[in-house]
Structure formats: structure tokens, C-alpha cells
């Protein structure tokens, strides 16, 4: 077994216990154990339909796409291509970069850094953004690549969340992943476990989630 195998699968594991702590957090010792039971009778009421707020949304939950999506237009860009400053004041903003050639011996990776301010300009005022992406990271054109992936980011400060997705992560060529966890964790006969993070992530290379963020004022603003 090569050295890069058990840490891409160790690399894997650690992305799956960091959804663990999340998925089952600790209990509170210190509280009061439940009384007798003790009937009481309530006068009815009538139920409302339940509004979720940003606080009622969990923490941490499973990769989905931002509600925005189906109102992007997309702006797709090549290898070094910078996007047009005036992109910033696109509300949602959503682009694509091809991030392929981080190579060493053809001056590839020189025109990703020169590329990377720009784009990452164009990323600080908009309130909704999503980007796609594809990376291969190598020392020569056609070598195994040291790590590539092909990645989906976005938030949404308005409605206080963010998510992202990464498929096909590999290093030296292995995958790594919430999906590569569950895959083990499932021949090692932990399904229950396996259960929980398929959600995560279920192919090799897959991990994904979405978090909530706090809340920015300019955004609830501009709504």
C-alpha cells in the first residue's frame, strides 16, 4: 500500500468526525432527571402553521443547493481569466472557474495567482453567492495531479446560510471524503453511523454541508 492511502483515508475519517460532533452532540449532565408523571388539562388551542426562522434552521446540515440558483446567470471563465470588476454589484453573483492547470512547469500556476485577486474582488459585496469550480494541482501536464477536486460554494447573508460541496477530491490521486468514510464504515459493519453521514457525502471523494451564518445587517437591508 502506497503511503498517500491511509492519509487520504485517515483525511476522510477526520472529515467525518467533524460531522459526528455536529450530528450527536454531548448531553447536559446537569439536568434535573425527569418527575413522576403528573396529568394536567389544558384548555385547547389552535395551532398556527410553524414559520422557521434563521434560528430554528440547525447549525450544520447536508449539502443543498441555495435558493437562489434558479435565478443565476452564470458567468463562466477559463484557465487565468479574470472576471470584470464591475461583477461585484451582481446580486446574486454566480460564476465558474476552470482551475486545472495549477501546473508548475508551464507557467500555469503562476497565471492562477495573478487571476485569484480578482476574483476574489469581485466576491465582497454581494449578498448571494455561488461558484463552481475545477481543480488540478501538478508539477507537470498529464501527471498525477497532487490534489484535485471539483467544488460548489455559496451563501446567502440574507437568509444567514452557507453551504458548501466537493466531489472527486483526490490526493495523489486517492479519493478522500465523508463518502470514502462511509464507505468503510459500512464494510467495517457500523451502518448506523454510515446512515447518519451518507448525507454528508456518499461518493468517493463527496463531502458537503451547509452551516448558518450570523447575521449581517447590510444584507437584511437590502433583503
Not at 125 to 153: E, I, M, N
Amino acid at each position: 500500500m502506497s503511503p498517500a492511502h491511509p492519509r487520504t483515508t485517515a483525511a476522510g475519517f477526520a472529515l467525518a468526525l467533524g460531522v459526528c460532533a455536529t450530528l450527536f452532540p454531548s448531553h447536559d449532565a446537569s439536568a434535573a432527571p425527569a418527575g413522576p408523571a403528573t396529568a394536567v388539562h389544558a384548555a385547547p388551542t389552535v395551532s398556527s402553521p410553524a414559520v422557521l426562522t434563521p434560528s430554528d434552521v440547525p447549525p450544520v446540515g447536508p449539502f443543498t443547493e441555495p435558493g437562489f440558483a434558479a435565478t443565476c446567470t452564470w458567468h463562466t471563465f477559463g484557465e487565468g481569466e479574470r472576471p470584470p470588476l464591475g461583477l461585484m454589484f451582481a446580486n446574486p453573483l454566480c460564476v465558474e472557474y476552470s482551475k486545472r492547470d495549477i501546473t508548475f512547469d508551464d507557467g500555469g500556476a503562476l497565471r492562477f495567482l495573478a487571476a485569484e485577486p480578482s476574483r476574489f474582488a469581485v466576491t465582497m459585496l454581494t449578498c448571494r453567492y455561488y461558484q463552481k469550480d475545477h481543480w488540478s494541482v501538478q508539477a507537470t501536464g498529464g501527471a498525477v495531479p497532487y490534489v484535485a477536486w471539483d467544488g460548489q460554494y455559496w451563501w446567502d447573508r440574507t437568509g444567514r446560510r452557507a453551504g458548501a460541496r466537493l466531489t472527486h477530491f483526490s490526493v495523489d490521486g486517492r479519493t478522500a471524503g465523508i463518502g470514502d468514510a462511509v464507505t468503510a464504515l459500512r464494510a467495517s459493519h457500523f451502518d448506523d453511523l454510515a446512515d447518519a453521514l451518507s448525507a454528508y457525502g456518499e461518493e468517493a471523494g463527496e463531502t458537503g454541508l451547509t452551516v448558518t451564518l450570523p447575521s449581517d445587517p447590510g444584507c437584511a437591508l437590502i433583503g
